[in-house]
């Protein structure tokens, strides 16, 4: 009896031939619906693009493909993991890749040889470019279990606290700092390479945007998170006590100081993190004794005269100009040197407009956990007048908004009417975007005797460009408001528009 030829892999030929065309086929079909992808050799050296990944090029610092093909790919693609594929054979199918062209939801997958033994290669997929629209619903969500996960494990450090003298943990890792759009996504990659050093970081931004959250995240994610976070507000009351705050006080050091002593903020928070708050606000005197305590070590505390090692990472933060503080000699400038080492500017709001939507998600889901309601939901022209707001006190006014709206509001859905009456009732000048289908096209300019079509085209596309500005960009956001689908916003926009990295 003749047995059929076979190949390497033990197949019959034929069926050898269906696995190379399912391969080539799969291949094919992977580059066509794929927002991008490219191939690195053994060594992980980029051999090839496709034409959906040449979009990335600009952002990545590159004018052309000849200039981006043969580079090593860590190299050229900032946070790649493809050299860890290459090394282990492990696929990541489904994970989020951050760098200056963006935030990507991506799949990596090793190539091997026929025998299946070697790798020879990996293959990078670019599966979705707009996360922050695209995978609104699953981040939301994923940080909704990132922030059930750090309250149990606030739970858990409590029931420790009986064992490690009240050591107080970090509550917020950098999941809980909400936002995918270049400011936020800059900001935390600044804020995770802090976080692998033992320097002192200075936080600077406006009040409410998130210093003291990315405090904690900086500590969670550093070699000192199973050490005390201790924070501290320079600025919360007269010079003595913040003294005796900071440094501790020896036993019966003044009429009524507690005969056993107590300790300072700066031994609680010894073999962990020191976070100094309003540090600009800071008494000119008491500045003097923490340089000495920084520079030294060491902490002398009220009524004594023994000096006590300690060990904490210091982050401080201010909503201040420290350095204009110090050209008006009200902040010491070697204090300034000494803890400008890592600085790092906190976003407003403002300037990150299409978080705004993700925020509110998140905020009314944290509303909806402590009242035991439903969760608000927001009309479209609702969401576009908030993303349209400058927001001068940042998140915290955002949830104060989104909070007095709730209450007021006899259903979980939300109108902008209800929001624009909450708006005038705070007494803050506010930003009222007009209703974004047909404010600011000039009809009165329009030839009545054109194609009805043409006509039509250009309102349409003006409505869509007040739409994108009323809601910072956000596709997302900007569809609802128009009531159109994504999909159908996207054939609208102009293909400049539709192939940026956003």
Request: hydrophobic fraction near 40%.
């Given at each position: 009896?003749?047995?059929p ?35 690195v050799?053994r060594?992980?050296r ?14 990545l ?28 054979g492990?696929?990541?199918?489904i ?39 695209t ?7 994923f940080?909704l279990?990132?922030?059930?996960l ?11 606290l ?17 936002g ?16 692998q050093?033992?320097?002192?970081v200075?936080?600077?931004?406006e ?43 020896a036993?019966?050091a003044?009429?009524g100081?507690d ?20 540090i600009?606000?800071m ?10 305590a920084?520079?030294e070590g060491?902490i ?9 090692p ?13 350095a ?8 010491r ?23 705004i939507?993700a ?39 955002l ?19 209800q929001?624009?009456?909450?708006l ?23 030839d ?5 079509a ?27 408001l ?10 609208r ?10």
């Amino acid at each position: 009896m003749q047995h059929p030829e076979t190949s390497p892999h033990g197949l019959p030929l034929d069926a050898q031939s269906i696995l190379e065309l399912a391969a080539r086929s799969m291949f094919h079909l992977f580059s066509s619906i794929s927002q991008g992808m490219f191939l690195v050799d053994r060594t992980g050296r980029i051999v090839w693009v496709n034409e959906g990944y040449k979009r990335f090029l600009p952002a990545l610092g590159f004018s052309s493909v000849e200039q981006f093909v043969g580079h090593m790919v860590e190299e050229v693609i900032p946070n790649t993991q493809m050299r860890r594929v290459l090394e282990t054979g492990e696929a990541f199918l489904i994970d989020l890749l951050t760098n200056r062209a963006g935030t990507f939801v991506v799949s990596r997958i090793p190539l091997r040889d026929e025998s299946g033994d070697d790798i020879i290669g990996a293959i990078g997929i670019v599966l979705f470019d707009h996360p922050e629209t695209t995978l609104q619903p699953l981040i939301s969500k994923f940080a909704l279990l990132h922030r059930d996960l750090d309250d149990a494990r606030r739970e858990l450090a409590s029931q420790r606290l009986q064992h490690t003298g009240g050591q107080r943990q970090s509550k917020h890792t950098f999941a809980s700092f909400i936002g995918t759009s270049p400011a936020a996504v800059e900001v935390k990659r600044q804020a995770r390479r802090a976080a692998q050093t033992s320097s002192p970081v200075l936080l600077l931004g406006e009040t409410g945007t998130g210093k003291e959250l990315l405090a904690h995240a900086i500590h969670a994610a550093s070699s000192r998170a199973r050490g005390p976070f201790i924070s501290v507000n320079s600025a919360a009351g007269p010079e003595t006590l913040l003294e005796a705050e900071f440094f501790g006080v020896a036993p019966g050091a003044y009429t009524g100081a507690d005969r056993k002593g107590r300790d300072g903020k700066f031994k609680l928070a010894d073999g962990g993190t020191l976070f100094l708050d309003e540090i600009g606000d800071m008494p000119q005197a008491l500045q003097a004794k923490l340089l000495r305590a920084l520079q030294e070590g060491e902490i002398e505390p009220l009524g004594s005269n023994k000096l006590i090692p300690f060990d904490a990472r210091l982050i401080a933060a201010t909503s201040r100009d420290l350095a204009a503080l110090v050209r008006e000699g009200k902040f010491r400038e070697d204090l300034f040197y000494r803890l400008n080492v890592l600085p790092i500017k906190v976003p407003p709001l403002r300037e990150r407009r299409s978080d705004i939507p993700a925020l509110l998600e998140v905020l009314g889901e944290e509303m909806a956990l402590r009242s035991g309601d439903r969760q608000p939901e927001l009309a479209p022209d609702a969401l576009a007048l908030l993303s349209a707001q400058t927001w001068r006190g940042n998140i915290r006014e955002l949830r104060n908004v989104l909070e007095q709206a709730a209450m007021r509001s006899d259903s979980a859905n939300i109108e902008r009417a209800q929001f624009e009456q909450v708006l005038k009732d705070s007494g803050i000048e506010r930003i009222a975007p007009a209703p974004a289908a047909l404010e600011g096209a000039d009809l009165s300019a329009s030839d009545p005797l054109r194609p009805l079509a043409e006509q039509i085209a250009q309102v349409e596309r003006r409505a869509i460009a007040a739409a994108m500005e009323a809601t910072g960009g956000n596709k997302l956001a900007a569809s609802r408001l128009l009531g159109i689908s994504r999909a159908k916003l996207y054939e609208r926009l102009d293909n400049p528009d539709r192939k940026s990295v956003n």
